[in-house]
Each structure stands twice: as C-alpha cells, then as structure tokens.
C-alpha cells in the first residue's frame, strides 16, 4: 500500500499530456488514476480512422487492469484548455465497471482544480442484470 498526494496524482496527469497522440484534434488530454499500489497514466491516442481514437482515461483504466490492479482511488484528468474537461460518456460507463464511485480531480491549464466525482458525472450507469 502507497499513500499517494493530491500534487503527485495531478503533476502525472499534467505530465502525460506531452505523450498524446492526437494530430487530428491537436486536443491534449491527461488522465492518471491512483490504486493502492500505483499511479496509471494514460493520455489520448487517435487514429487515422477516427473512431478508434481512445481517450486518456480509458487508457489509463486499461493500463491498471491489464497488471491486475483494479482498486481504483482517485483520477486526476488534465486538459490544456482554461476550460476543465470531464470523462466522456464511454469513460464514465467504464470506470463504473470497476467502482461504485470515484473522486475525480479536473485539472486545467493553469494547474487549477476542480473536484467531482464518478457518482455525481453518472449517477445510473448500466447495469447487466440477467
Ligand atoms: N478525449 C479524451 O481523451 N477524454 C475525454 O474525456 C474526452 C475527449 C480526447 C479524444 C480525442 O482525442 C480528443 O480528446 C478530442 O475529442
């Protein structure tokens, strides 16, 4: 177990929008989500063919279940616009796979914050009840 900051969680999402790949949007954006053991980092991949462009938190989610690491605690989404951004509808469905509720750190330009959550972005994920 490893006690991450709040400067830690957020300088990571600052940090990863150097490595997106998005040279149709040109539009930069950060993700870095804290579990017990690690701070995953993801940021924007697009393609050629655009719809299989992935965000940044996607990737970050995917990085943290493929090594197995499924408690998430907090993310962090940086953009590189005065506005904050929040997950996509698709992002938000996904981080719901693996957490009840999440608190998520909007992160502008200028390094201020804005404090939301999973639960309050989606209230009523998809459920699969058989
Ligand atoms: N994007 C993300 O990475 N996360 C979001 O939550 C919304 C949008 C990316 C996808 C695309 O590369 C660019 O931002 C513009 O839509």
Redesign the pocket.
């Known amino acids: 177990m490893k006690n991450f900051t709040e400067q830690e969680l957020v300088l990571s999402s600052q940090a990863v929008l150097a490595h997106s790949y ?1 040279p ?2 040109k ?1 930069k ?1 950060g ?1 870095a989500l804290e579990t017990a053991r690690f701070i995953y980092v993801g ?4 393609n050629r063919s655009f719809g299989l ?5 996607r990737v970050a989610v995917f990085s943290a279940v493929a090594n197995r690491d499924r408690k998430f605690r907090r993310m962090a ?1 940086s953009s590189a616009t005065k506005d904050f ?4 509808g698709a ?1 938000l469905q996904v981080l719901s796979e693996f957490c009840e509720d999440l608190p998520i750190l909007l992160v502008n330009c200028d390094g201020k914050i804005k404090k939301t959550t999973l639960k309050k972005l989606y209230p009523s994920p998809f459920v699969l009840k058989k």
Not at 53 to 57: G, K, N, P
Not at 85 to 88: E, R
């Open positions: 998005s149709y949007s539009f954006v993700a940021t924007n991949i697009e462009t992935v965000c940044a938190e989404l951004i929040t997950p996509c992002c």
